[in-house]
């Protein structure tokens, strides 16, 4: 029997999300569901205006996001 282990990426938010990619890889984590805060700019949500993150959310083009794939799939990740 198979048994698939993952993590949240929130498990490393004291790291940059390319930091927390090479310390999943290093322990053998092969998925791993990102959070939010890892993908929005610095400095993360946690302690943000509120307005500060939506405005990022709103004014964020869509490529950005398509540009972190190669960086996830890169680092062993399939991207989400």
């Not at 004291?14 to 890889?25: G, Y």
């Not at 490529?63 to 190669?70: D, L, V």
Request: negative net charge; aromatic residues 6%.
């Amino acid at each position: 029997m198979e048994c698939s282990s993952g993590r949240q990426s929130n498990s490393f938010s004291d790291r940059s999300l390319d930091e927390a990619l090479k310390a999943l890889v290093e322990i053998g984590i092969g998925e791993c569901e990102l959070w939010q805060g890892m993908l929005s700019s610095r400095p993360q949500g946690r302690g943000r205006p509120v307005s500060d993150l939506r405005k990022w959310r709103e004014e964020t083009p869509a490529s950005y996001f398509g540009g972190i794939a190669p960086q996830v799939q890169g680092g062993g990740h399939p991207a989400l």
